[in-house]
């Protein structure tokens, strides 16, 4: 058993004592610390993880609440269909303020949850319905199988539960497939979107999702105190949620309780001793709130879990590959020398500067190609029209067939095609095997809900398998479980590779894959490229290494200001006149 | 609806909507050459607002206290990191900036306070007191983090608007207040009456408006602060000091946060935490505007003025909601023309 087990032992056991050994007050504290840490929960998965930011948390626990507390109260309804109604509300609003700003930069989003708090806060402070500024009461007990929940003892069991589950529900799901990619979403959104992950609605799923641990906590909250009133979901409520991930730390999921512990602890010791210095009464806990976040963010923005997590650090050995499983399904590959990418005039301009223009060539299955040039000739922007993280201006470009200059990533991913990034592009908190499984990503389908709930363990296993495999095929086996940040680059960019191959594609856009490599290095990679080709794997290359382009590629097209000055075999093009005087400059 | 509340309502309603219009320039500005979400700009209105209500009651004004508190905790700053690379010759300059001026306007405005003077002095007064606090508080919250995502720009503005309610809440109170108006004549206008105070209120936007158009188009620092915004890392490149622009962008906010607060506060009665909704509604007209152009956050300001104004007249009760949830379509309509997949840098 390691510590961080005993940790997690001494917590559950510490949440069964509590109602026994606590009085009322406290116990009533901790009801109000669950509530909190599932909010501050949907939050760490939102901001910490996926880097979204919402200061409107407030709302979504208002219209939990206020749902169940009309429908239980007006409609004399049952407090379990009063959930279901105010989860579905809660998705619905969740999903229409989510469709307006995911694809907005960042801080469209929490602006509009900031205003759309200030908006819920005076709709509920007017609306005849909810009582206005009076509140709404008489809220009945819930009751399960007969056993009425009506005080904070019996409601801290319900209450509890429902955290608990979160917490493990958000860490399973952290570790899946669907998991990698939301790790990916903050600083990784156009890798991941060139492995088939559509990030925008990735993101509007964890929006929803956070919105729905809102949205319960509400719930209970109106159950549990039997009376609402607006005060309860203003601003400010919203955004001490939000400092509560920031003090727990936001990128971790223990980190909610942490911070919501702290925090609502915090304040209701202040709201005790602060009023003893001021004539008269008033929220003053929010100059310390303010002057505790202020030295936490300059300092130690990851919080206090880092702390916490020191403690009980990890000691399961995890250099070991994961266990064996059943290979994935390959994609059927096509007939060597079937035209496989085909550029008919492609062109692309930023402002004035013509990038890419005109640009033809063809490549067939099966075939290594080089495409080489001087710097800034255009073969990365090249490289982002064939792969969709850019769209062509102009022209043509088919991928087995099928045009795909105004395609995204996403959809170009599914037809086989990978690709490596010039400037590395791998998570770097996120081990090398996890890094390698994102590029396998398209060949599993368990999704958020599956991962939450551990079915999709087989799927799982297959995956890491396969991410396994690719990166014993690179000669990383000993640095499974290293986190991808500290590795040398050399071995980063043969990270990016084992991560292209496990997407099992037909076509291999590799961006400068020997930079940084070692001689011997060097010739391992040769070594590999030529056992993919044989394979059916056909690798599009740009590189500046000329003596390993030259020795490995079948043909060559060389690039000069955005435009072809030559294609052909790579001893005809080291004699071609043009190709000498692109590189070496022209007598003038 | 009658001619008459017609054209009152659309006066009530250019008039804030001109004090929303500064708030959105001054937001946008901050913006772009800093990326900070300015929410504590709403305290400034307060800070003006109620301190320029006291000096007209004679009493000394707690924006003072805030403003050596600010100036102590940046001299700290500064002093520190002063010692630890034994440059003690920047401490004469640090005591200096962030002590003796500071108290030195403390001192005058203590003076000043029960002495009543005319009503412009006591707006120059204010502009001393307030001013200051822009610059203070880049160097305290913002400087050491200048690098940091907008995201964590964010939460530490969250933070300082945090801070400044609470500070305002200890030395105002929880009363409100209102001031004099500066002018208050009324003149007819056909069939309708319009205060002087809202001529006054527009005539004083637009200048303003106009004053910073020509700052930023003809003076080498507004040049300077507009290459920031298009570039930082080219800025910087070319010589242009970051840091100074920082300072420059949050003291022109404090500025024009001041001089809203100053012409709003014979309009509303302000309470300690009335600035930050009166912030935010600038918010709602940069965002309107697109969050990029001064010109359409000045009309996106009006409009929401304008919005408030007859809002109030057809559901008093609903006028913050309606206000507020107007940034949606705004947003959705901005949602469809944009297709950049968004990520933070590392």
């Keep these: ?391 062509a201006d102009g022209g043509e470009i088919r991928v087995r067939g099928a045009r795909v200059e105004s395609m995204p990533a996403r959809r170009i991913a599914r037809l086989g095609v990978a690709r490596t990034f010039q400037h590395v592009n791998l998570v770097g908190s996120m081990s090398v095997l996890e890094n390698v499984a994102i590029g396998a990503h398209l060949r599993g389908a368990r999704g958020t809900v599956a991962a939450m709930l551990r079915l999709e363990r087989d799927e799982e296993r297959r995956l890491l398998h396969e991410a396994a495999r690719q990166v014993e095929r690179v000669g990383l086996g000993a640095h499974f479980a290293d986190a991808s940040a500290s590795l040398p680059l050399g071995q980063q960019r043969l990270v990016e590779i084992a991560r292209a191959l496990a997407a099992d594609p037909v076509l291999l856009l590799l961006d400068e894959p020997a930079a940084g490599l070692r001689y011997q290095e060097k010739q391992a990679l040769a070594e590999l490229l030529r056992k993919l080709r044989v394979e059916g794997i056909s690798i599009l290359l740009v590189e500046h290494d000329m003596d390993f382009v030259m020795g490995l590629v079948d043909r060559l097209v060389v690039m000069d200001f955005g435009e072809k000055i030559a294609e052909g075999l790579p001893r005809d093009i080291q004699a071609n006149p043009a190709v000498v005087e692109a590189y070496l400059g022209g007598i003038e | 609806m009658t001619t008459d509340i017609f054209l009152w309502l659309t006066q009530d309603g250019v008039t804030n909507g001109a004090i929303y219009a500064l708030l959105a320039l001054a937001l946008l500005l901050v913006f772009t050459v800093t990326r900070v979400i300015f929410v504590p700009q709403g305290e400034f209105i307060t800070f003006a607002a109620l301190s320029l209500s006291l000096l007209e009651a004679g009493r000394t004004p707690g924006t003072i206290y805030i403003l050596m508190i600010a100036g102590l905790a940046a001299a700290a700053i500064e002093a520190f990191g002063a010692l630890r690379e034994r440059a003690w010759r920047r401490l004469p300059r640090i005591v200096l900036l962030y002590v003796v001026l500071p108290v030195a306007v403390a001192a005058l405005v203590a003076w000043a306070a029960p002495r009543r003077f005319d009503q412009w002095i006591q707006a120059l007064l204010v502009l001393a007191m307030v001013v200051p606090l822009g610059p203070i508080l880049y160097r305290v919250a913002y400087q050491p983090l200048a690098n940091a995502s907008v995201l964590v720009l964010f939460i530490v503005s969250m933070a300082v608007h945090y801070v400044l309610t609470g500070l305002s809440l200890v030395f105002f109170g929880g009363e409100g207040l209102r001031s004099r108006a500066f002018w208050d004549a009324k003149f007819k206008l056909g069939v309708v009456e319009i205060s002087a105070q809202s001529i006054w209120v527009v005539a004083a936007s637009v200048a303003l408006i106009l004053a910073l158009w020509f700052l930023f188009e003809r003076s080498i620092y507004g040049k300077a602060l507009r290459a920031t915004a298009m570039n930082r890392v080219g800025a910087r490149l070319v010589g242009i000091p970051i840091v100074m622009m920082g300072h420059l962008s949050f003291l022109l906010a404090a500025f024009i946060g001041a001089v809203s607060g100053i012409l709003i506060a014979p309009i509303t009665t302000l309470y300690y935490d009335t600035g930050f909704l009166i912030g935010l509604k600038g918010f709602v007209g940069a965002i309107l505007g697109g969050m990029g152009s001064y010109p359409l956050a000045a009309l996106g300001s009006l409009v929401v003025g304008l919005l408030e104004s007859f809002s109030s007249f057809w559901a008093s009760a609903f006028k913050e909601v309606i206000v507020f949830t107007l940034i949606i379509p705004m947003l959705a309509w901005l949602s469809l023309r944009s297709h950049h997949v968004e990520e933070e840098e590392e």
């Design chain 1, 1 to 391: 058993m390691n510590a961080g087990r005993v940790a997690l032992a001494v917590f559950v056991a510490f949440l069964v004592a509590a109602p026994f050994l606590l009085s009322e007050f406290y116990v009533t504290l901790m009801n109000y610390i669950g509530l909190a840490a599932l909010v501050t929960l949907g939050l760490v998965l939102l901001t910490g993880v996926a880097g979204l930011m919402s200061f409107g948390q407030q709302a979504f626990v208002g219209i939990g609440a206020y749902a169940t507390g009309v429908f239980t109260t007006l409609y004399a309804g049952s407090p379990w269909l009063g959930l279901v109604t105010g989860l579905v509300l809660t998705a619905l609003i969740a999903l229409a303020l989510g469709l307006v700003t995911v694809r907005l930069s960042g801080h469209y989003l929490p602006i509009c949850t900031i205003a759309w708090g200030i908006a819920v806060y005076f709709l509920f402070g007017n609306l005849e319905v909810l009582g206005r500024y009076n509140g709404l009461g008489g809220i009945p007990a819930i009751t399960l199988f007969g056993w009425k929940i009506d005080s904070g003892r019996e409601s801290y069991v319900l209450i509890w539960l429902a955290t608990l589950a979160a917490l493990l529900a958000a860490r399973n799901l952290l570790d899946s497939r669907a998991g990698r990619a939301v790790r990916a979403l903050r600083f990784r959104a156009t890798m991941a979107e060139s492995f088939g992950i559509d990030t925008a609605q990735l993101k509007l799923v964890i929006f929803v999702y956070a919105a729905l641990l809102a949205g319960l906590s509400g719930w209970l909250y109106a159950h549990f105190l039997r009376f609402l009133s607006p005060g309860a979901f203003n601003v400010n409520i919203g955004i001490e949620y939000l400092f509560m991930a920031v003090v727990g730390g936001a990128s971790q999921v223990w980190g909610a309780v942490i911070g919501a512990s702290v925090l609502t602890l915090l304040k209701e010791w202040l709201k005790d001793i602060l009023p003893k210095f001021f004539e008269q009464s008033g929220n003053y806990e929010v100059i310390v709130f303010g002057l505790l976040m202020l030295p936490l963010l300059h300092r130690a923005r990851d919080g206090l879990m880092p702390v916490f997590a020191r403690l009980g650090r990890r000691t399961r050995d995890r250099t070991a590959p994961p266990q064996a499983a059943a290979a994935l399904a390959r994609r059927a590959r096509p007939a060597a020398g079937e035209a496989l990418l085909r550029l008919e005039g492609a062109c692309k301009n930023f402002g004035g500067l013509a990038a890419v223009r005109g640009l033809s060539f063809e490549m067939k299955t099966g075939e290594i190609l080089g495409l080489i040039g001087p710097n800034g000739a255009g073969k990365s922007t090249l490289f982002n029209l064939v792969t969709g993280v850019l769209a």
